[in-house]
């Protein structure tokens, strides 16, 4: 699989706090290609997050290596990461992570923008709509409901067209109903853009709508299935 | 221009949702800023108006002056230059004994005989209008007004001087060269130059100054002049004096009194920094979760950090631009508050260099001190947009922040320099100040560290609440001691400096010691004087002998060619010295104002050469050391003398000192009067007493200290007024940091309240939390900022004036308790929404 997306090899985490060692993620190795829909699946506190964080970039790893694209993440200063993370990156939070002082079409605009984008309005409220947000534009994050709040956020990931999108526990601060109307938008975007798709879950349901499903148990990986 | 766009956008939309907090730290700022664009717009103003007044303050284009009347060269001087189409005027003024038969009052006052049309320029305004032109016209006076209340008399009574009498035809209402503080010794009396003769006050020993003013015409210019003819009337020892000159010093002197006004409005501004500093803290605090979802979303590091820097730079000039408009508003203040200590009227004006500063400076220092804690903001990791980050991400102190750090001091320094326009002040001002905020951090630190490691677990309820508030995550006790402390160090510094100036005046008129200097007394009047103060029966202390001379000689240089230097624009440094006149005395005891310190004191007799002891600061000016010889022309007599010892010399004591002082021997047989000093602690008997030697001894002039001492307590009070003036916009600024920093808290505090509430506390129990977290706050800071206030004053005290140095407890105590009452009232005036609103109110809104 040598047009994998993203790979990553022998990843090893190991949190120094005072004089505690605290190793989460153990010796991790797996490939993805590019348009899969991908479900990392494991109980709390199994290193899922974790894993997350260090396939986009946000952290490093204390061995091993990330490679998106080709390109090993370890080897880029922060700040090159973060202008990959602005070309090819999206993401969907547990907990919506909208700004507060924005609306919600600004807060979909702020990665278009980032991007130096022109027409970062006209494309965020193209966004709002088709996640079924017209006339909301101008809301508040707190005047929206959790489930509006996550569609924004979702918008504010489709908006640049990411090659890859993660999300973390997207569903878990949502009602059932809710959070599989957001999915399905997930999976719906998914095929429309072709965008690589890596949920983390802990919720089997959940995890049963993708295409492939990898579990982690303390910090190793113990299954890779395909649907 | 799409990165500079999208920050604007980004910025702006950030400060739209905190409008509140932006317009208090724009607020904070402003006040910083008005302080130090009133000092300088008014500096500026003032220069201005000095500029124009110039020539009225002279009264003419040169000005000649002496402490003898002028020679016949100096004469033929002045003809050729009145020959040459020039205006000229005279004034002999000298010190005497008013007396005012009808009051039976007598008063020290400065005569000024006048002759010709004075002044040259402006005007003398009188009150009736037509008094000054009708001076001339007989044996009238005008006087100044504070005389009249003074002697108990009235426009129309009669006057006497010496032995004339006179009529009071009008007083003054303005005149030139009437800067407040030169006429501190006495009241002006204006008298027609022909009736001098008549007061019989110029005998042997007078301290007459005699004085010449022109008006050039057009085509003679009077700096040229001054420097051609310079050299040759310095050897007359005629001073000259042109408005160019004259504008140079006053400017020099307004300059330095407006630069330490200048320095208190500093300390404002940079208190507003802090406040601004902190202000950022808890902003980035607030945002730290949407600076990581940014960073996911692609932002760089140093994007966010130029779109926080960005933020405070639009509030930095908001408020600098605000600030400047209130200090040109505020400037009109000043004028009113220095009052007579003002030599000219200040034209209110706009001051487009103090407009520059007051932007520039505020813009700059707002922003250099937020951007240490936005600096933080690249070290947010990305990561804590998905979970809690257990490593410390708290970045190295790199080289931004050592830049930063660099670029801080050299801020406050040079501004201080600028300011004071002096290196080595500016230098310690901005050390001082650094190091009153370090040690104010310091004991801030401690303070928590304290509570941390030993909480006082015994205490009620509602104080441990209150004190786990000072030191629980997200506290702000360091801001809020930098806050009150400083105010408090300025107010207490500023306070103690003051009492121990005007207690250093006032212990001069304490107990046992003299208070009433008669002086011009002539050797064959003595024993009249002592029978005066025997029948009153009054102690008496001297006489002390009084010889003037002059410098004819220094180690057989003489003087024509020691003041004859190349030719030069400005007199010599040490002309002065070398011209004046010199009233020495002899004695072979040291007194105790006095002590030696180089050579060994004269004791016995000594004839030719006499032996002397200089002064050590006059003995630098003159540049003579021990062993060095003085020719002294003492009434047209030489006399010669050898330094043997240098005196450093207490002048701020009122006691009798001399420049220079003889070995007895030499000066006895020369010319000389006599003082006495006498104390009359009563101050009717006082007023008798000089009212008797008026009349018996009319040229014996009697200077009352406790009248000096108010006018010197009049002129330091005035000062202060100012200073303190100035230094209410630091507490200003305190007040809106302690406001500022409470805001900032408030929601964590509101909830926290609702939530004990829900749990049973009541209202005044949460009351009681916010007074026990206050009080505590308030108490430390104000304490810290006492001891150092006193530390700093005693300082000033020591090395600076060279003064005694005591602590006011009482006073202090209550300036201490006020500021720690001020600070619990502001913390409880911010609390009161916290109880006011209903538990479910508050959470609902979560």
Known sequence: ?227 | MTELAFLFRMAGRELRAARGRAALLAGTVAVGVSALVANASFTENLRSSVDDQARTLLGADLAFSSRQPFSQSTEAVLDTLAGQGAELSRLTSFAAMAYAPKGRSTRLVQVAAVSGRYPLYGEIATDPPAAWSALQAGANVVVDPSLLPALETRPGDTLALGEARFLISGTIRSAPNQVGFRFALGPRVYIPARQLQATGLLGFGARVQYEAYARLPPGISAQTWARRHRSQLTAERVRIRTVAEDQRNLDEVLSRLAGYLGLVALMALLLAGIGAASAAVVQIRQRTESIAVLKCLGATGGRVFRLYLLESALMALAGSLVGTLLGIALQQLLPRLLGTLLPVQVVPGISWSAVALGIGVGFWITLIFTSFPLLTVRAISPLRALRRVYESERPAHDLRWGGATVALAASIVLLSVHQVGSWRQGVMFAGGAGLTLLLLGGSAWGLTRTLRRRFPERMPYVWRQGLANLYRPANQTTTLILGIGFGAFLLGTLYLMQHNLLQQLRTTGGSGRPNLVLFDIQSDQMTSVQQELQSAGLPLFGPTSIVPMRIAAINGRPITTLLRRPANDEEPEDAWALRREYRSTYRDTLVPSERVVEGTWQRGRSEVPALISVEQDLARELGVKIGDQIVWDVQGVSIASRVTSLRAVDWARFELNFFVVFAPGALERAPQTLVVLTRIPEPLARGRFQRQIAERLPNVSILDLSVLQEALEHLVGRVALAIRFMALFSVAVGVLVLVGALATSRFQRIREAALLRTLGATRSQILRVVLAEYLSLGLLATAVAMVLATLAAWALARFVFEGSFTIPVAAMSALGAGIVALTVAVGLANSLDVVRRTPLEILREE
């Open chain 1, 1 to 227: 699989m040598s047009d994998a997306i993203l790979r990553c090899q022998s990843l090893s985490r190991t949190y120094h706090s005072g004089s505690h060692n605290l190793t989460v993620l153990k010796d991790i190795t797996f490939d993805v290609s590019p348009g899969e829909f991908l479900a990392i699946l494991g109980p709390s506190g199994s290193g899922k997050t974790t894993l997350l964080g260090l396939l986009a970039g946000l952290d490093l790893p204390s061995s091993g290596t990330v490679h998106l694209e080709g390109q090993s993440l370890g080897a880029m200063t922060e700040d090159q990461r973060a202008r990959l993370r602005v070309e090819k990156i999206g993401f969907v939070f547990q907990s919506f992570q909208l700004m507060p002082t924005l609306t919600a079409q600004e807060n979909v605009q702020v990665p278009l923008e980032l991007k130096g984008q022109p027409d970062a309005a006209i494309r965020a409220r193209d966004l709002l709509s088709r996640v079924g947000l017209s006339g909301r534009e101008h809301h508040y994050p707190i005047q929206l409901s959790g489930g509006e709040q996550q569609r924004v956020a979702l918008a504010r990931a489709f908006s640049t067209r990411p090659k890859i999108l993660f999300a973390d526990e997207p569903t878990g601060n949502l009602d059932a109903g809710t959070g599989a109307t957001i999915i399905e938008l997930m999976a719906g975007l998914n095929n429309d853009q072709g965008t690589t798709l890596i949920l983390v879950t802990h919720d089997l349901e959940l995890a049963s709508r993708s295409r492939r499903t990898i579990r982690l148990t303390d910090g190793r990986l113990s299954g890779d299935t395909a649907a």
